[in-house]
């Protein structure tokens, strides 16, 4: 097995049981447009189409470089360090969690575990992941495509915070002010906010 097989096997591990865990998922109570959400989806999707290529469709992108020996593994660890961190995100969040932008029946701000380091860790998570695996396997189409999934990532992210502090308000413009939105700044492992 190769670092570039383990990160396949990672990701499809990772997307079978994300989307059985959505029965955890609470009752929604209101979301934005649908069609707010069309522009991050379509660009995600996209993304995800030239990153891991599509089922029984052969890849013809050359390769600028594949990584096979320590650094491709630690980059498919890394990968993994992502998915896990998606993970631990998505168990804190319990029934709140939606794969699309929601207001769940009795959301409120959920500021510990993961959600102390940054707003939106599943999308750090993700983010990290998708780096760590076009860094094993680098060509233009996978190069493109994670570049797009980040896009779309960050787009839904903005998306969501203005949801966010429209339904939440007050609390969680006061969770903005104290935690960083997708990139650590190591700060608030350092001082916690006494409040």
């Given at each position: 097995m190769t670092p570039l097989d383990a990160t396949r096997y990672l990701w499809l591990a990772w997307a079978i049981t994300w989307f059985a865990a959505?029965?955890?998922?609470g009752r929604t109570v209101k979301r934005p447009a649908i069609a707010r959400e069309v522009a991050y989806r379509v660009i995600t999707s996209a993304g995800a189409v030239l990153l891991f290529g599509v089922a029984g469709i052969r890849r013809h992108d050359i390769p600028f470089w594949r990584l096979d020996g320590a650094f491709g593994w630690l980059l498919a660890a890394?990968?993994?360090a992502g998915t896990l961190f998606m993970w631990w995100a998505r168990v804190t969040l319990g029934r709140l969690w939606s794969g699309s932008v929601t207001h769940k029946a009795g959301h409120y701000v959920i500021d510990h575990g993961p959600y102390a380091i940054v707003r939106h860790p599943i999308y750090t998570g993700l983010i990290v992941a998708i780096a760590a695996t076009v860094g094993i396997r680098a060509s233009a189409q996978t190069l493109i495509g994670a570049m797009l999934m980040t896009i779309g990532v960050y787009i839904?992210?903005?998306l969501e915070e203005n949801f966010l502090r429209t339904e939440l308000g007050p609390a969680?413009?006061?969770y903005r002010q104290r935690v960083p939105m997708l990139i650590p700044s190591g700060r608030e492992l350092v001082f916690r906010d006494a409040r």
């Amino acid at each position: 097995m190769t670092p570039l097989d383990a990160t396949r096997y990672l990701w499809l591990a990772w997307a079978i049981t994300w989307f059985a865990a959505a029965v955890w998922s609470g009752r929604t109570v209101k979301r934005p447009a649908i069609a707010r959400e069309v522009a991050y989806r379509v660009i995600t999707s996209a993304g995800a189409v030239l990153l891991f290529g599509v089922a029984g469709i052969r890849r013809h992108d050359i390769p600028f470089w594949r990584l096979d020996g320590a650094f491709g593994w630690l980059l498919a660890a890394v990968a993994l360090a992502g998915t896990l961190f998606m993970w631990w995100a998505r168990v804190t969040l319990g029934r709140l969690w939606s794969g699309s932008v929601t207001h769940k029946a009795g959301h409120y701000v959920i500021d510990h575990g993961p959600y102390a380091i940054v707003r939106h860790p599943i999308y750090t998570g993700l983010i990290v992941a998708i780096a760590a695996t076009v860094g094993i396997r680098a060509s233009a189409q996978t190069l493109i495509g994670a570049m797009l999934m980040t896009i779309g990532v960050y787009i839904k992210a903005r998306l969501e915070e203005n949801f966010l502090r429209t339904e939440l308000g007050p609390a969680y413009d006061a969770y903005r002010q104290r935690v960083p939105m997708l990139i650590p700044s190591g700060r608030e492992l350092v001082f916690r906010d006494a409040r």
